[in-house]
């Protein structure tokens, strides 16, 4: 099985200066990691184990498969 880490560029956020109502930065969501056999399977399982994601509003999703852990790293 291979980890993917799935983000999204369909998010706004509020900068710390921000004093409007609208949300003045574009950026990108982590929207959570999950395992599978390929990139499909895996969103699939994430979606499953992160049911709040549906409905979001989340079109465009990237998925990147993580190479290493921190673990493996040090």
Same mark, same amino acid.
């Given at each position: !099985?291979?980890?993917?880490?799935f983000i999204s560029p369909d998010g706004h956020?509020?900068?710390p200066s921000c004093t409007s109502d609208t949300p003045d930065i574009e950026? !990108?969501?982590?929207l959570g990691f999950a395992s599978?056999?390929?990139e499909k399977e895996a969103l699939l399982n994430l979606c499953r184990e992160n049911p709040y994601l549906e409905g979001k509003g989340?079109?465009?999703v990237v998925g990147i498969e993580v190479k290493a852990?921190?673990?493996e790293i040090k």
């Open positions: !099985m291979t980890t993917y880490i956020t509020f900068s950026n !990108m969501q982590v599978g056999r390929n989340y079109e465009r852990s921190l673990h």
